[in-house]
């Protein structure tokens, strides 16, 4: 009986216990992991306001069109990998807001920030309106329908009727804002911060949308939709409210790229455009908020490098990039950067 003290006391000694660091305290590198966070963080903020001052004017604006894409394919994201509605016409909602941003500058000479919440608002009844007889579709009877809106959105704003509004097949052309308050910067960085901080704006709001009650009830919709109706939530309206507000995204995002391009016309938002935003949202990686930005410079940068390799088929090699991204990550850029971030983390025994 004396034994048995003994050896639980020997075994004891022998295995020590292993203490784990709460993870802002646990430490890579000699630094803590609220630290690694902060220097990321400053890092990409100086990255941020430094890169329009250190490159030409033309990287600025392709990177100012990376930024608005990025707000379209999180658009699309919260309606497709939060809720898990499938979607081949956003290049509509895009148009309709970069329309609303051109027509109220061109023909009413409105400054060109009051345009965004009007076009998000426009977007937003549209998306709402749209998703409501969409509810009866699931799946690809649901692509289907988006993809027809797609494809008659640019022939929708050919039409004669609407020449005189929308320009016709001519389009519309829109007067490049200049700084305001006489800030030493030419039009091209002054389109680039304005472009950034409303981008920031709607990714921190969408944050807060997906971690609130709403965002916990569009996820229980796309995981499972009848135990989601059975706790009480109206999928009805949840799911047409989720593609309103994905619209309302995709709106701002063409206003801002109307913006930024000074030039609307039909062509510009064909069903190509849809899915160049669905590629943007896969590669960025599916319900992942920062996957956002890893698209929209994909679909921004990753053609123009194709066509540098080769004029003759700059699809081809498009096309082999993007099955080398889908192969070495599955779960796009920014589950790759999860994964990798779990192995340092295991290292690092947190």
């Known amino acids: 009986m004396e034994a048995a003290p003994a050896a639980i006391e020997a075994t004891a000694t022998a295995t020590p216990s292993v203490v784990r660091l709460p993870p802002a305290q646990a430490v890579i590198g000699g630094?803590?992991?609220?630290?690694?966070?902060?220097?990321?963080?400053?890092?990409?903020?100086?990255?941020?306001?430094?890169?329009?001052?250190?490159?030409?004017?033309?990287?600025?604006?392709?990177?100012?069109?990376?930024i608005v894409y990025a707000?379209?394919?999180?658009?699309?994201?919260?309606?497709t990998g939060f809720n898990g509605q499938f979607s081949l016409g956003h290049s509509a909602f895009y148009a309709i807001g970069a329309y609303t941003a051109a027509i109220m500058m061109d023909k009413w000479d409105i400054d060109y920030y009051w345009t965004l919440p009007v076009a998000g608002v426009v977007c937003l009844v549209s998306g709402f309106l749209f998703?409501?007889?969409?509810?009866?579709?699931?799946g690809l009877y649901l692509a289907?329908?988006?993809?027809?809106?797609?494809?008659?959105?640019?022939?929708?704003?050919?039409?004669?009727?609407?020449?005189?509004?929308?320009g016709g097949v001519q389009g519309i052309v829109i007067t490049k804002p200049d700084p305001p308050f006489d800030l030493p910067i030419n039009e091209d960085q002054w389109l680039y911060f304005f472009s950034?901080?409303?981008?920031?704006?709607?990714?921190?709001?969408?944050w807060n949308l997906l971690r609130g009650r709403v965002g916990r009830a569009i996820v229980a919709i796309r995981d499972n939709p009848i135990a989601a109706e059975t706790m009480g939530i109206n999928t009805a309206l949840y799911k047409s409210l989720t593609f309103g507000v994905s619209a309302l995204?995709?709106?701002?995002?063409?206003?801002?790229?109307?913006?930024?391009?000074?030039?609307?016309?039909?062509d510009s938002f064909n069903v190509f455009l849809s899915i160049s935003f669905l590629v943007g949202v896969v590669i960025g990686g599916l319900a992942s908020i920062s996957g956002a930005l890893y698209g929209?410079?994909?679909?921004?940068?990753?053609?123009?490098?194709?066509?540098?390799?080769?004029?003759?088929?700059?699809?081809?090699?498009?096309?082999?990039?993007?099955?080398?991204?889908?192969?070495?990550?599955?779960?796009?850029?920014?589950?790759?950067?999860?994964?990798?971030?779990?192995?340092?983390r295991r290292r690092a025994g947190m």
């Open 296 to 344: 929209a410079l994909f679909i921004q940068f990753v053609p123009n490098i194709a066509d540098q390799i080769s004029k003759a088929a700059p699809w081809a090699i498009y096309g082999i990039f993007l099955i080398g991204f889908m192969y070495m990550m599955p779960e796009g850029v920014s589950g790759a950067i999860r994964a990798t971030w779990r192995r340092v």
């Open 144 to 166: 289907l329908a988006t993809f027809a809106l797609a494809v008659a959105t640019p022939q929708l704003l050919k039409y004669k009727h609407l020449e005189e509004w929308t």
């Open 249 to 266: 995204f995709t709106g701002v995002a063409g206003a801002l790229g109307a913006i930024a391009v000074q030039f609307v016309a039909p």
């Open 71 to 79: 707000l379209a394919i999180l658009g699309l994201n919260l309606l």
């Open 31 to 66: 630094v803590t992991l609220a630290r690694w966070r902060q220097i990321v963080i400053a890092a990409c903020v100086v990255v941020a306001l430094v890169l329009p001052f250190v490159v030409k004017n033309f990287l600025v604006f392709q990177i100012t069109l990376a």
């Open 196 to 206: 950034l901080a409303i981008t920031i704006v709607m990714f921190v709001f969408a």
């Open 131 to 138: 998703g409501l007889p969409a509810l009866r579709l699931e």
